[in-house]
């Protein structure tokens, strides 16, 4: 560790921030640009509240999709290249896709493919940068700060999806007709996270044998002979899967059912944000110095019995709030 700069996490934790902040930012832009655009032409009722829900699974599907399809190759390259290597990279990367997100608005204000292109190219940035932040920790924190800075790196990502969630409509909201300058924002931001990325401390390459078959083979070999470790992967599939629907279907409701404006569009998203962190917190404290399996099944009634609740009353904006806070919670215990 000589050499290690004194606080070794700063710079990362900036950078992860801030990417963190304008995937989650961008997405919400450009799915509410979409709705826009099906707002201006149809009418209010379920035709709109459709046409808005194809866009939005539309803009969630283009982001996802890279994440699926390269995050494996994302974590050898992780492996073969200097962890801080990437780091640096994809941070350059996002500056200039940032930098494409305003220019595509300037040519077009109300959105259309180009925005969705920066998009995708987003996911692949984002699948390609996940492996180095994670796994570049124990390369520069000794062992017994290794559980504490990823602690503040969850805390640190939560933090920016609750930032971008709840401002990405503020900005493009308050943005009006130049709609280039909410990117314009989120380029200055992406160029702190890139100048951040710079003091991250250099870490030698981890390995260079084995390649993408390899990594497979022993991810599918530790899966089959762990039956801890594949409820734990199902239990992660069930969990995601939940959530991005649960984020598709709550923008479209909030602009469509309960009218609300672009920068409030994100609200209930961010209720949710938040009842996560609180169920997390929650969580650390009932699980004391142990794991407690036993939260998993209190989380998943909650978040059977929020989702319930949703769909059968179709609430009101403080309910739909309240509902959103209380799956929130349940899914930080299940978390």
């Known amino acids: 560790m000589n050499g290690t700069p004194s606080h070794p996490l700063r710079g990362l934790l900036i950078a992860q921030f801030f990417g963190a902040f304008n995937d989650n930012a961008w997405k919400l832009m450009v799915a509410l640009l979409g709705i826009r655009q099906v707002a201006a032409t149809m009418a209010p009722g379920a035709d709109l509240e459709s046409a808005s829900q194809s866009q939005t699974t539309l803009t969630f599907v283009i982001f996802t999709l890279p994440l699926m399809l390269i995050s494996l190759v994302a974590g050898v390259v992780a492996d073969r290249v200097s962890k801080r290597t990437v780091i640096v990279s994809m941070k350059a990367v996002e500056v200039a896709l940032m930098a494409a997100g305003t220019v595509a608005l300037f040519i077009d204000p109300t959105g259309g493919i180009l925005p969705l292109i920066v998009l995708g190219c987003l996911g692949v940035h984002s699948a390609l940068f996940s492996p180095a932040k994670y796994g570049i920790l124990p390369e520069i924190l000794p062992h017994d700060r290794l559980t504490q800075g990823n602690g503040i790196l969850e805390l640190s990502t939560f933090l920016a999806i609750l930032g971008g969630t709840a401002i990405g409509g503020m900005l493009l909201d308050g943005a009006g007709s130049s709609t280039w300058l909410a ?45 801890t470790l594949l409820l734990a992967v199902l239990g992660s599939a069930f969990f995601w899967t939940i959530a991005s629907l649960v984020g598709q279907d709550m923008l479209v409701y909030a602009k469509t059912v309960l009218h609300l404006s672009d920068s409030l569009s994100g609200l209930p998203l961010a209720l949710l944000s938040i009842g996560i962190g609180a169920g997390a917190v929650l969580a650390g404290k009932l699980s004391g110095e142990r794991v407690e399996y036993g939260l998993i099944p209190m989380g998943t009634f909650g978040i059977c019995l929020f989702l319930l609740l949703l769909g059968l009353l179709g609430p009101g904006l403080y309910g739909t709030l309240l509902l959103m806070a209380g799956l929130g919670l349940s899914c930080g215990l299940f978390v």
């Open 183 to 227: 990117p314009l924002a989120l380029t200055l931001l992406s160029l702190i996270g890139f100048g951040a990325s710079l003091t991250v401390p250099s870490v030698p390459v981890a390995r260079t044998e084995g390649g993408i078959g390899s990594t497979l083979g022993g991810a599918i070999q530790a899966v089959r002979s762990n039956r």
